[in-house]
């Protein structure tokens, strides 16, 4: 769920552990076969939860040998690595674009929060498997908070700058305001598209309303001026 950082923005670590991948294959067709097993891993991990899945059941989805998967990956932990670095860059952008000139603040937020529900309902299922794999693997939710940490320190600064322009409640402490409206919209999204599948409390609900109230939120806590 990415979007352009700012200039003096941090670079958002990886949540993949980058030490277990090798290099790329250094033909065409290599790098065909490894995306076609990326591809049939993330289905079948998606499937069946990363405790269940065996490797077996990777080569069946992508119809190939377990040769030719030991070609490209030492095991489940380095192909789920893998998949994790080929789609990360969509699965979480960096937070609120930085406010400037006459850049309406509340507009910016709404994009940005309907930027981040739209990449998480793609990659709803994948959203759930990282929530199991934190579960249960620690140096896995370590890499995951440390990549949080970065967009929630991305959009304090954001946060920040708004203070110093006037624009928002200068009495806020940035970090922890970001911290909480950050977990805010991540906390539902999970409970949105994860658990509930499209339902809040029972009920269906559009993405539009989501979108809403939590700008809305965002708004009201950072106390903005809006636009009539």
Same mark, same amino acid.
């Given at each position: 769920?990415?979007?352009?950082? %700012?200039?003096? !923005?941090?670079?958002?670590?990886?949540?993949?552990?980058?030490?277990? #991948?090798?290099?790329?294959?250094?033909?065409?067709?290599?790098?065909?076969?490894?995306?076609?097993? @990326?591809?049939?891993?993330?289905?079948?991990?998606?499937?069946?939860?990363?405790?269940?899945?065996?490797?077996?059941?990777?080569?069946? *989805?992508?119809?190939?040998? !377990?040769?030719?998967?030991?070609?490209?990956?030492?095991?489940?932990?380095?192909?789920?690595?893998? @998949?994790?670095? +080929?789609?990360? /860059?969509?699965?979480? +952008?960096?937070?609120? /674009? +930085?406010?400037?000139?006459?850049?309406?603040?509340?507009?910016?937020? /709404?994009? !940005? %929060?309907?930027?981040?529900?739209?990449?998480?309902?793609? %990659?709803?299922?994948?959203?759930?498997?990282? /929530?199991?794999?934190? %579960?249960?693997?620690?140096?896995?939710?370590?890499?995951?908070?440390?990549?949080?940490?970065?967009?929630?320190?991305?959009?304090?600064?954001?946060?920040?700058?708004?203070?110093?322009?006037?624009?928002?409640?200068?009495?806020?402490?940035?970090?922890?305001? !970001?911290?909480?409206?950050?977990?805010?919209?991540?906390?539902?999204?999970?409970?949105?598209?994860?658990?509930?599948?499209? +339902?809040?409390?029972? *009920?269906?609900?559009?993405?539009?309303?989501?979108?809403?109230?939590?700008?809305? #939120?965002?708004?009201?806590?950072?106390?903005?001026?809006?636009?009539?």
């Amino acid at each position: 769920m990415e979007r352009p950082a %700012n200039a003096d !923005s941090e670079a958002a670590p990886s949540m993949a552990r980058t030490s277990l #991948l090798r290099e790329l294959p250094a033909t065409p067709r290599g790098l065909r076969t490894r995306t076609a097993l @990326i591809d049939a891993g993330r289905k079948v991990f998606e499937r069946l939860g990363y405790l269940d899945t065996r490797l077996v059941d990777i080569t069946q *989805e992508a119809n190939c040998s !377990s040769g030719t998967f030991y070609t490209y990956f030492a095991g489940k932990e380095e192909i789920f690595a893998a @998949i994790l670095e +080929h789609a990360q /860059e969509d699965m979480m +952008h960096p937070g609120m /674009e +930085h406010v400037v000139g006459e850049d309406d603040p509340a507009s910016i937020i /709404e994009a !940005s %929060n309907r930027a981040y529900f739209e990449a998480y309902k793609r %990659n709803a299922k994948l959203m759930g498997l990282l /929530e199991q794999v934190a %579960n249960i693997d620690p140096e896995f939710s370590k890499l995951r908070q440390l990549r949080s940490d970065a967009f929630i320190r991305r959009n304090a600064r954001s946060i920040a700058s708004l203070q110093r322009r006037g624009l928002a409640d200068p009495d806020l402490d940035p970090m922890l305001a !970001s911290r909480a409206l950050s977990g805010m919209v991540s906390r539902l999204a999970f409970a949105y598209f994860v658990i509930g599948d499209g +339902h809040v409390d029972g *009920e269906p609900k559009p993405v539009d309303d989501l979108v809403y109230t939590v700008t809305r #939120l965002w708004v009201n806590a950072l106390r903005l001026p809006t636009k009539p």
